[in-house]
């Protein structure tokens, strides 16, 4: 087992609602836990961790901080691995740049962020603050495939409870408006490679060759993919689009993952940002650029380096004028859809948009239907798809509707997810070409300047295991399975080679169906209509998007998922759900000091971590805590104790007591463990006695703006003081 130093369980430290919410429960874990015997830590892996662990070299003593990304991405390795990951920032731009403010402001001498590197220096500053950006948490971490879904408990008390669902019809204009060529789903290359291989990214172009990327090493088996977006077939379908929805009357909208694609979608979206104000760009494009404009950055960004310019900003207002009303972030701030590049993150606001029944928010702060764009085909078919069958069928009904599972290959930066070294922005017209050290051209691209040409792969042993963690699950289950594996795509058609086999090997192969993502959309909405159930096997990205998109239909929210990471040397990393909407619950607290996140995916989380750790430690009192923790867990959603949104009413922390109230109780009462009985049962005791007291202490701060010390890196004793103001909660477990 682990060292004396390396913690028994790892609690990840992360960023907004998350993080605010584990200055609360936190300490109450590891109370319970050290009971036990069980030493639960922390390690570091926010945003601004991350920022302060990447320039040591600019830090006094002892504002230095160990890389812990570094250290959890070697111990996801070993078979006692096992970490409770909470949702971090995967930041954008505008997100790193605010972040680095933030810390040079608390006296930290770390260097801006250079947008636009001119010396070597600068350009050994922006490489080491791109490797921060995006993605760059998950595919360390993630050494195992994902099993997600939602808890029993969970799901049995979303149809025993449904959510208000908007009503969908056929009048609905909202639609979902898709590249018809010129994408990365058309232009897509894929081959197996039948031995281990290295690899060079080069661009031809008639002054000669370009090294885009050099010694990309790959193990035999690998799945390896190239694809482009056209930027001219780009910019000519945001032009129809913008034209078209004008013409319909509807809102405007592009949904991106301009966070976990963190080369690839900014780019995109900064297009869509241009194509917007294309009128402004012709006219003012020289005094953009001098005003250092990137319209990557987006529309806020844009505003605010030009609000000076009295021309522009009339320019701007002129062309506002004449385009179709735009889908709103935020309608009382006038906060729209290009404004900042990681506001509208698909996988969250396509599920929100279809929960309400196709209506976005527009400027004038009513409800509308949408244009949604999203350039890209690979998995625009799977919202076509959920908006066409609502139209056709009307809402699902969450009370009766079953559920979709999900098992999704994600195994070593397994596809797209893992592609941003081997991403580029064509810096000129020619052929781009993937050659192995063998000299064989693996696969060449004909491209034009302004292109966006990428390279993902998946490598055979995390293929092999998802298949396997597939069939295990629809042994274990008896659910409808489906491979969501189109063979007309290049990549899928070379997965679809390798899924067959191991199938039929295991004589299951009549268990399982393979169908492209729209058709496997319809027939999951097909089968949780008729109250059954099914498990999605997905690839990267579609687990991400999947595991928003039935949970926030079916649940309400995708925060309350079980997702267990079986990582591939024995370990087992628990994440506790999305943090989409962490943002704006950061905001409330701030200003009223009320914190609506719910914490029950770290509740599931947390009791298959304390099982999985008796399992692998033979600590008996690990697997009681688990047991207790799952009973709690039922107790918060029997009794209606979890968060509510207003101000005034329970929040956060009243969950966390009523968590560590149930918890208790369930220890006292159990009869596996004497000692732990014992040990409980004045401590339930105290929280039962201490009930009113506590709850009117968590209720006294409510309506007051707190001072958190920071957004991104907020001052711990401050915000100790904020989420912890219960003296009689804090005496228990002092």
């Given at each position: 087992?682990?060292?004396?130093?390396?913690?028994?369980?790892?609690?990840?430290?992360?960023?907004?609602?998350?993080?605010?919410?584990?200055?609360?429960?936190?300490?109450?874990?590891?109370?319970?836990?050290?009971?036990?015997?069980?030493?639960?830590?922390?390690?570091?892996?926010?945003?601004?961790?991350?920022?302060?662990?990447?320039?040591?070299?600019?830090?006094?003593?002892?504002?230095?901080?160990?890389?812990?990304?570094?250290?959890?991405?070697?111990?996801?390795?070993?078979?006692?691995?096992?970490?409770?990951?909470?949702?971090?920032?995967?930041?954008?731009?505008?997100?790193?740049?605010?972040?680095?403010?933030?810390?040079?402001?608390?006296?930290?001498?770390?260097?801006?962020?250079?947008?636009?590197?001119?010396?070597?220096?600068?350009?050994?500053?922006?490489?080491?603050?791109?490797?921060?950006?995006?993605?760059?948490?998950?595919?360390?971490?993630?050494?195992?495939?994902?099993?997600?879904?939602?808890?029993?408990?969970?799901?049995?008390?979303?149809?025993?409870?449904?959510?208000?669902?908007?009503?969908?019809?056929?009048?609905?204009?909202?639609?979902?408006?898709?590249?018809?060529?010129?994408?990365?789903?058309?232009?897509?290359?894929?081959?197996?490679?039948?031995?281990?291989?290295?690899?060079?990214?080069?661009?031809?172009?008639?002054?000669?060759?370009?090294?885009?990327?050099?010694?990309?090493?790959?193990p035999e088996g690998t799945v390896v993919d190239a694809t482009f977006m056209s930027a001219a077939a780009l910019d000519s379908f945001l032009d129809a689009e913008i034209a078209k929805t004008k013409a319909e009357g509807v809102l405007f909208s592009i949904h991106m993952k301009a966070t976990m694609m963190k080369v690839s979608d900014p780019i995109i979206f900064g297009h869509a940002v241009k194509a917007w104000l294309k009128p402004v760009?012709?006219?003012?494009?020289?005094?953009?650029?001098?005003?250092?404009?990137?319209?990557?950055?987006?529309?806020?960004?844009?505003?605010?380096?030009?609000?000076?310019?009295?021309?522009?900003?009339?320019?701007?207002?002129?062309?506002?004028?004449?385009?179709?009303?735009?889908?709103?972030?935020?309608?009382?701030?006038?906060?729209?859809?290009?404004?900042?590049?990681?506001?509208?993150?698909?996988?969250?606001?396509?599920?929100?948009?279809?929960?309400?029944?196709?209506?976005?928010?527009?400027?004038?702060?009513?409800?509308?239907?949408?244009?949604?764009?999203?350039?890209?085909?690979?998995?625009?078919?799977?919202?076509?798809?959920?908006?066409?069958?609502?139209?056709?069928?009307?809402?699902?009904?969450?009370?009766?509707?079953?559920?979709?599972?999900?098992?999704?290959?994600?195994?070593?930066?397994?596809?797209?997810?893992?592609?941003?070294?081997?991403?580029?922005?064509?810096?000129?017209?020619?052929?781009?070409?993937?050659?192995?050290?063998?000299?064989?051209?693996?696969?060449?691209?004909?491209?034009?300047?302004?292109?966006?040409?990428?390279?993902?792969?998946?490598?055979?042993?995390?293929?092999?295991?998802?298949?396997?963690?597939?069939?295990?699950?629809?042994?274990?289950?008896?659910?409808?399975?489906?491979?969501?594996?189109?063979?007309?795509?290049?990549?899928?058609?070379?997965?679809?080679?390798?899924?067959?086999?191991?199938?039929?090997?295991?004589?299951?192969?009549?268990?399982?169906?393979?169908?492209?993502?729209?058709?496997?959309?319809?027939?999951?909405?097909?089968?949780?209509?008729?109250?059954?159930?099914?498990?999605?096997?997905?690839?990267?990205?579609?687990?991400?998007?999947?595991?928003?998109?039935?949970?926030?239909?079916?649940?309400?929210?995708?925060?309350?998922?079980?997702?267990?990471?079986?990582?591939?040397?024995?370990?087992?990393?628990?994440?506790?759900?999305?943090?989409?909407?962490?943002?704006?619950?950061?905001?409330?607290?701030?200003?009223?000091?009320?914190?609506?996140?719910?914490?029950?995916?770290?509740?599931?989380?947390?009791?298959?971590?304390?099982?999985?750790?008796?399992?692998?430690?033979?600590?008996?009192?690990?697997?009681?805590?688990?047991?207790?923790?799952?009973?709690?867990?039922?107790?918060?959603?029997?009794?209606?104790?979890?968060?509510?949104?207003?101000?005034?009413?329970?929040?956060?922390?009243?969950?966390?007591?009523?968590?560590?109230?149930?918890?208790?109780?369930?220890?006292?009462?159990?009869?596996?463990?004497?000692?732990?009985?014992?040990?409980?049962?004045?401590?339930?005791?105290?929280?039962?006695?201490?009930?009113?007291?506590?709850?009117?202490?968590?209720?006294?701060?409510?309506?007051?703006?707190?001072?958190?010390?920071?957004?991104?890196?907020?001052?711990?004793?401050?915000?100790?003081?904020?989420?912890?103001?219960?003296?009689?909660?804090?005496?228990?477990?002092?």
């Amino acid at each position: 087992m682990a060292d004396k130093n390396t913690p028994d369980i790892v609690y990840t430290k992360v960023d907004e609602a998350p993080e605010l919410a584990s200055a609360s429960l936190l300490p109450i874990i590891q109370s319970f836990a050290s009971v036990a015997g069980i030493n639960v830590g922390t390690k570091d892996i926010s945003l601004a961790g991350r920022i302060l662990a990447t320039f040591p070299e600019n830090l006094t003593e002892d504002q230095r901080q160990s890389d812990d990304l570094a250290w959890l991405g070697e111990w996801v390795k070993k078979p006692e691995a096992n970490v409770i990951k909470l949702p971090n920032i995967s930041a954008s731009v505008p997100q790193l740049v605010a972040a680095v403010k933030e810390l040079q402001g608390q006296g930290y001498a770390i260097p801006d962020y250079p947008e636009t590197p001119a010396t070597d220096a600068e350009k050994e500053i922006r490489a080491r603050y791109d490797a921060i950006k995006g993605s760059a948490v998950n595919p360390v971490l993630r050494e195992g495939n994902s099993d997600r879904r939602a808890a029993v408990a969970v799901k049995k008390y979303a149809q025993s409870n449904p959510h208000r669902m908007g009503e969908w019809t056929a009048a609905s204009k909202t639609r979902v408006a898709a590249m018809d060529g010129g994408d990365f789903f058309s232009n897509e290359r894929s081959a197996t490679l039948a031995k281990a291989a290295t690899a060079k990214i080069v661009l031809e172009t008639a002054d000669g060759e370009i090294v885009l990327k050099d010694a990309v090493k790959y193990p035999e088996g690998t799945v390896v993919d190239a694809t482009f977006m056209s930027a001219a077939a780009l910019d000519s379908f945001l032009d129809a689009e913008i034209a078209k929805t004008k013409a319909e009357g509807v809102l405007f909208s592009i949904h991106m993952k301009a966070t976990m694609m963190k080369v690839s979608d900014p780019i995109i979206f900064g297009h869509a940002v241009k194509a917007w104000l294309k009128p402004v760009f012709a006219q003012f494009g020289a005094e953009l650029a001098a005003l250092g404009v990137n319209p990557n950055s987006g529309l806020g960004d844009l505003l605010a380096r030009v609000k000076d310019n009295a021309a522009i900003m009339a320019a701007i207002e002129a062309v506002t004028a004449e385009r179709p009303p735009m889908y709103m972030v935020n309608s009382d701030k006038g906060i729209t859809n290009l404004h900042v590049p990681s506001d509208v993150i698909i996988d969250a606001s396509m599920p929100a948009l279809i929960r309400a029944g196709g209506k976005g928010w527009g400027p004038d702060n009513q409800e509308h239907d949408c244009v949604c764009v999203i350039p890209d085909n690979s998995y625009a078919p799977v919202y076509d798809a959920t908006i066409e069958f609502f139209k056709a069928n009307g809402k699902l009904n969450p009370a009766t509707a079953g559920t979709v599972q999900n098992i999704g290959l994600m195994a070593q930066k397994a596809e797209e997810y893992g592609s941003h070294p081997t991403t580029f922005e064509i810096p000129a017209d020619g052929t781009v070409k993937m050659i192995l050290d063998d000299g064989t051209v693996l696969h060449a691209h004909k491209v034009e300047k302004g292109d966006i040409w990428r390279s993902a792969s998946a490598r055979k042993a995390p293929i092999e295991d998802w298949v396997n963690l597939a069939i295990d699950r629809q042994k274990a289950t008896g659910y409808r399975a489906i491979f969501w594996l189109d063979a007309a795509r290049g990549h899928d058609a070379e997965l679809i080679k390798m899924v067959k086999p191991i199938l039929e090997a295991k004589g299951v192969a009549d268990k399982f169906e393979i169908m492209a993502p729209r058709e496997a959309t319809i027939a999951s909405l097909e089968t949780i209509t008729k109250g059954e159930n099914t498990i999605a096997i997905t690839g990267n990205v579609l687990r991400d998007y999947l595991t928003d998109l039935f949970p926030i239909l079916e649940l309400a929210t995708s925060a309350k998922m079980l997702s267990i990471v079986k990582l591939m040397q024995g370990g087992g990393m628990f994440e506790t759900g999305a943090g989409g909407s962490a943002p704006k619950h950061v905001q409330q607290l701030v200003e009223e000091n009320h914190l609506r996140w719910d914490s029950l995916g770290e509740f599931c989380a947390l009791g298959e971590s304390f099982q999985f750790f008796a399992d692998q430690s033979g600590n008996e009192k690990a697997r009681v805590l688990g047991k207790a923790v799952d009973v709690a867990t039922q107790g918060i959603l029997d009794e209606d104790r979890s968060p509510s949104r207003k101000v005034g009413q329970p929040d956060n922390r009243d969950s966390h007591y009523w968590f560590a109230r149930y918890w208790a109780k369930a220890l006292a009462e159990q009869t596996e463990d004497a000692e732990l009985a014992a040990h409980f049962a004045p401590v339930a005791q105290a929280l039962i006695e201490g009930e009113a007291a506590i709850l009117a202490e968590l209720a006294a701060v409510q309506g007051k703006p707190a001072d958190l010390g920071g957004y991104y890196h907020g001052d711990a004793a401050k915000t100790a003081a904020v989420m912890r103001p219960s003296a009689t909660l804090n005496a228990i477990f002092a």
